[in-house]
């Protein structure tokens, strides 16, 4: 999902896209170069994890799937 957060958009804008277009599999775009991005960051954590999703890493969804 491109959260778009490079054109500093709010973060309950960020958040918003981010409900509209997360499924099983998704995998987010999000820069940590952003102001407030660790705070975004656990926004979004905290609203995927409610979602009853679960978080993993990149490299461990790689070896999932090879």
Do not use: C, N
């Amino acid at each position: 999902i491109r959260t778009l957060d490079t054109q500093q958009p709010t973060p309950e804008k960020i958040i918003k896209r981010i409900k509209k277009r997360l499924v099983p599999g998704s995998i987010l775009l999000l820069h940590d170069r952003m102001p407030d991005s660790d705070r975004l960051l656990v926004q979004v954590l905290d609203f995927i994890e409610k979602e009853g999703y679960t978080v993993v890493a990149l490299d461990r969804l790689m070896q999932q799937i090879t």
